[in-house]
């Protein structure tokens, strides 16, 4: 079993950028898919990134296709998300995922990480 922990939350003006990093450990990652969830207070979880086991195909919300860059290093056994241009809409606890579906849609889940930017 895949274990998931993310870093790298934390609080940001409007317009700044922060970089989310989801370690894995237990086994190798690079089997899964993996995805960047996100859930704001009084919202339901919401897909906002995904990448597939080699790399070769992603995933963006709407809301965050030109912001936001996924990524993975299967050496590494990391899966990062470049946000940039952060708005205060972006404000949740982001979660990773582990999933063998693409995109991921459930599957083994990270502990989340506040992201909070203030305008």
Not at 5 to 11: A, K, P
Not at 42 to 68: D, L, M
Not at 74 to 103: G, H, I, W
């Amino acid at each position: 079993q895949v274990q998931l922990v993310e870093s790298g939350g934390g609080s940001v003006q409007a317009g700044g950028s922060l970089r989310l990093s989801c370690a894995a450990s237990g086994r190798t990652f690079s089997p899964y898919h993996m995805g960047w969830f996100r859930q704001a207070p009084g919202k339901e979880r919401e897909s906002v990134a995904a990448i597939s086991q080699g790399g070769f195909s992603t995933y963006y919300a709407e809301s965050v296709k030109g912001r936001f860059t996924i990524s993975r290093d299967n050496a590494k056994n990391t899966v990062y998300l470049q946000m940039n241009s952060l708005k205060p809409e972006d404000t949740a606890v982001y979660y990773c995922n582990a999933d063998t579906r693409f995109p991921p849609v459930s599957g083994i889940w990270g502990q989340g990480t506040q992201v909070t930017v203030s305008s």
